[in-house]
């Protein structure tokens, strides 16, 4: 198994659904969950982004809502 590390960046508080001032942590998780957390706060509903092999839905406690 091919692990690759990467580190997003998330500038501004989507509205005030976003709380900033944190750095979170998310083990093994699939960079399309952030897409579609971020698809889900801008009012566009998915479950999933392109390959959807490593599961569905956005990231846990990353939006307020």
Same mark, same amino acid.
Request: net charge positive; charged share 20%; aromatic share 10%.
């Given at each position: 198994?091919? %692990? %690759?590390?990467?580190?997003?960046? /998330?500038?501004?508080?989507?509205?005030?659904?976003? %709380? !900033?001032?944190? +750095? /979170? $942590?998310? $083990?093994?998780?699939?960079? !399309?969950? /952030?897409?579609?957390?971020?698809?889900? !706060?801008?009012?566009?509903? /998915?479950? $999933?982004? *392109? +390959?959807?092999?490593?599961?569905?839905? *956005?990231?846990?406690?990353?939006?307020?809502?």
């Amino acid at each position: 198994m091919i %692990t %690759t590390i990467c580190h997003f960046l /998330l500038i501004g508080g989507a509205g005030g659904d976003l %709380t !900033t001032g944190r +750095y /979170l $942590k998310y $083990k093994e998780e699939a960079h !399309t969950k /952030l897409l579609v957390s971020i698809a889900n !706060t801008m009012g566009v509903k /998915l479950d $999933k982004f *392109g +390959y959807d092999g490593h599961g569905k839905g *956005g990231l846990p406690n990353l939006f307020k809502s």
